[in-house]
């Protein structure tokens, strides 16, 4: 997960008190305006509506752009892993970068329009000399996760028995602890999972989307807010840990049905932007990823999308491919420390390692005892043999079948150094041309990689024999 971002400190030279802003020209904008004005210059001017979110160019964003076009609320509804809540907290993008407030005002009240008693009796009393703060964009984001013991006072707000104790009326809007909700008035508002929460929680949101108040302990107080509501849910919590309720979901604007990558070159994409492997530090190599291992890396979670052996409904999380790029490259970074080599480059046989990040992250629909590894291990040879039938030809490789016909066998394995890779191709001179064509490099260890990847694409198509123990492999005739 990224950290979130650092908030600045407003420029100087932005007024100070709300008689100079006056002066400055400042106009006063409901944030549903405020996002549709951004929205629609951002769409006029060609650029995307969000940064860092991949695969939903034709999808997903078009359904958004007309959700905050319309002023809408939104739910986004997807099953875990389809950057639902990166797509939410990249909302911010669309807000204006300073929004002026009055100080020391706890809902961030509009100076033109207070709507708390604190922010309304300092304009009364202090007038144009009412100081102003500014607050930035991303400062206007509150989250909340779901979860069923969260209460009404959380989001909405509760009296505070200190206040009250100070001498105040209970009658008095002055002892209200303000929630979330509130707090993040002239905001973005945020609710993860929201079937977890409780429904009768829900019900208290109903006025917030509605009528745009708040309603605490029974008090004859309208706190009219300014905020835009966005949910996401996984579509199994309707039944399996809750529901939202009708009421709630009638009044949501735009309901948004979020999806997985549709293709290999997305999935790609998603990692390279994602994934964090090991870099260069302290004399400790860095890792070089051949594009075919990224590519099968991406196509297994692909094919795991489609299997009937996992579970569907639970679905796939991109996180299983940044997950299992991130292990590749460190399974073949730990063997170059323990081989003493000056490159890492994953093999196939470094794909061994991606039960351990796997078996979390998928449900295997299996009763039989060790089903599940073998599940797993024809889902890995199927990635392998489908990035293999669409990058080597299979014309190219009948020369290399046929040097096995004189009863050569050749080993590979993680415990292998590069440099018996490369008597591999001494040994087998018709390797040389598909590894080369292949490889893109003359790099040892990335033509060590490419060479057990041809290989044992040759295995999978029922070209050559393999005896296997382990990450350790022999290939021969059939």
């Not at 359904?63 to 986004?76: K, M, R, T």
């Not at 018996?420 to 990335?446: H, I, K, N, Q, W």
Request: glycine share 8%; charged share 25%; proline share 7%.
């Amino acid at each position: 997960m990224r950290p979130a971002p650092l908030i600045p400190d407003p420029p100087p030279e932005l007024p100070q008190t709300l008689g100079a802003l006056r002066r400055s020209g400042w106009t006063s904008l409901p944030i549903h305006e405020e996002l549709r004005r951004n929205t629609a210059a951002r769409i006029a001017a060609g650029s995307p509506l969000v940064e860092g979110v991949l695969g939903f160019e034709d999808t997903v964003l078009p359904q958004l752009e007309n959700a905050l076009l319309a002023g809408h609320d939104v739910i986004l509804l997807g099953e875990r892993g389809q950057a639902k809540t990166r797509l939410v907290r990249s909302l911010t993008s669309l807000l204006d970068e300073w929004m002026p407030a009055v100080g020391g005002s706890e809902l961030r009240d509009d100076p033109y329009r207070p709507v708390s008693r604190t922010a309304r009796d300092l304009v009364a009393e202090r007038g144009d000399d009412t100081p102003i703060r500014w607050i930035h964009r991303e400062a206007r984001f509150a989250e909340k996760l779901a979860t069923p013991d969260t209460s009404i006072a959380d989001l909405i707000g509760e009296v505070d028995p200190i206040k009250v104790a100070e001498g105040r009326y209970l009658s008095d809007e002055l002892t209200i602890h303000y929630g979330l909700v509130p707090r993040a008035n002239r905001g973005i508002f945020a609710i993860n999972e929201l079937p977890d929460l409780a429904e009768r929680i829900q019900v208290g949101l109903l006025n917030v989307l509605e009528e745009r108040d708040v309603q605490i302990r029974g008090f004859s107080l309208r706190l009219p807010l300014d905020i835009v509501l966005v949910a996401t849910a996984n579509p199994e919590d309707y039944t399996n840990r809750g529901r939202i309720i009708t009421p709630l979901k009638d009044r949501f604007g735009a309901q948004i049905r979020t999806h997985y990558p549709l293709d290999v070159d997305t999935e790609l994409a998603v990692i390279r932007q994602e994934a964090r492997p090991a870099a260069d530090f302290d004399g400790v190599p860095g890792v070089q990823m051949p594009d075919f291992m990224a590519e099968v890396v991406a196509e297994l979670s692909q094919l795991a999308r489609q299997s009937p052996h996992v579970n569907q409904r639970s679905g796939v999380s991109v996180r299983l491919s940044i997950s299992n790029y991130e292990t590749l490259a460190a399974n073949a970074l730990r063997r170059a420390l323990h081989l003493g080599e000056p490159d890492a480059v994953p093999r196939v046989s470094d794909l061994a390692a991606l039960a351990a990040s796997t078996q979390g992250k998928v449900e295997i629909e299996a009763l039989e005892e060790g089903r599940e590894e073998r599940i797993l291990q024809g889902l890995v040879s199927g990635a392998v043999l489908s990035v293999f039938r669409r990058r080597c030809p299979a014309d190219q490789l009948g020369a290399v079948v046929s040097a096995f016909d004189d009863a050569r066998v050749v080993h590979a394995g993680d415990d292998l150094p590069t440099a018996s890779y490369r008597s591999v191709l001494d040994e087998v001179p018709a390797l040389r041309g598909p590894v080369g064509a292949l490889a893109g490099s003359e790099d040892p260890a990335v033509l060590a990689s490419t060479v057990e990847f041809v290989l044992e694409g040759l295995h999978l198509s029922k070209r050559l024999n393999k005896d296997a123990a382990g990450a350790k492999a022999t290939y021969r005739a059939r």
